[in-house]
């Protein structure tokens, strides 16, 4: 079975310009979560979503907004890009809202603000 | 509010020598203890997680982890490191509840090997 997939790898923008990344998890997956990573940092809670509805936010500005579709697909919206945005955004799956199991990270999205 | 302290931001080993990578968390209830590994420019991958029971955890790639609540630790462990050990450590606390997939991460551990 294929692990959680996002795209694109790599992306370039510059300021204030918006920006859209994708996740699938991994089949049966439907729970997604996002992390943005900074370069030296630990990952850091942007959003939880569960059958397609919000249920968790971190410590993020309103420019971060994200969806879950019917097929538990999910997307990350940045608009109005800062240099500070500049990071690696991890996408993660796990099969339920609750209970033990563990999350399931995909490879990221390297985004780069000019 | 739930955090995780790596006190060591970077560690050298010799390859052979044993490793120990510390970890101190703080949480209100009980911990949903996670390490994951990361090679340059790739996700995640889980290495070992503790929820309960026995406090020490086996994980993958020949790891262990030992949870001690009076200390409020999770430190990971591996008798004899390899040069594809090398990479960086993340340790991480999480919930078990409707937050299950927001985990809060320390800043990691960088591990280099010396051959």
């Known amino acids: 079975d294929a692990g959680v997939t996002q795209s694109p790898t790599h992306l370039i923008k510059t300021r204030g310009q918006q920006v859209t990344l994708r996740c699938s998890p991994i089949s049966g997956h439907k729970s997604v979560s996002w992390y943005q990573q900074v370069l030296g940092q630990g990952p850091q809670f942007i959003f939880q979503y569960y059958e397609k509805e919000e249920r968790g936010r971190g410590n993020f500005p309103d420019r971060f907004s994200a969806r879950q579709f019917p097929n538990y697909s999910s997307e990350l919206n940045v608009n109005a890009l800062l240099l500070g945005d500049s990071a690696l955004y991890l996408c993660?799956?796990?099969?339920?809202?609750?209970?033990?199991?563990?999350?399931?990270f995909g490879p990221g999205t390297r985004l780069t603000v000019l | 509010a739930q955090s995780v302290t790596q006190p060591d931001i970077h560690i050298t080993v010799s390859e052979g020598a044993s490793l120990e990578l510390r970890c101190n968390y703080s949480y209100g209830a009980t911990p949903y203890l996670f390490w994951y590994v990361q090679s340059p420019g790739q996700g995640l991958q889980l290495l070992l997680k503790y929820f309960s029971g026995d406090t020490l955890v086996q994980g993958i790639k020949g790891f262990e982890a030992e949870f001690k609540r009076s200390q409020s630790s999770f430190n990971l462990r591996k008798p004899s490191v390899h040069w594809s050990d090398a990479a960086e450590y993340f340790c991480?606390?999480?919930?078990?509840?409707?937050?299950?997939?927001?985990?809060?991460f320390g800043d990691g551990t960088t591990l280099t090997v010396k051959p």
């Open positions: 991480a606390v999480g919930a078990f509840n409707t937050n299950a997939g927001k985990s809060t």
């Open positions: 993660a799956s796990r099969p339920s809202q609750g209970g033990h199991n563990e999350q399931f």
